[in-house]
């Protein structure tokens, strides 16, 4: 698990915004790239060419 300092001072490596977990911990989320990144053995791997691309969230 991800501890809330670690979080706070995390950024992503090519907008340099914010990141947050997603729902499930299992890696972190830069909302204006539309990467995720995942977390492996609690280590997040911050590499902008292993990102995932966001998946589209269902609309409402």
Do not use: F, H, Q, W
Request: glycine share 4%; charged share 35%; hydrophobic share 40%.
């Amino acid at each position: 698990m991800i501890s809330k300092e670690l979080l706070d001072i995390l950024a992503c490596p090519k907008c340099k915004g914010p990141v947050e977990l997603t729902e499930n911990a299992d890696g972190l989320v830069c909302r204006p790239c539309r990467l995720v990144y995942e977390i492996r053995d609690d280590i997040p791997v911050m590499l902008i060419d292993e990102a995932k691309k966001l998946e589209e969230e269902a609309a409402d």
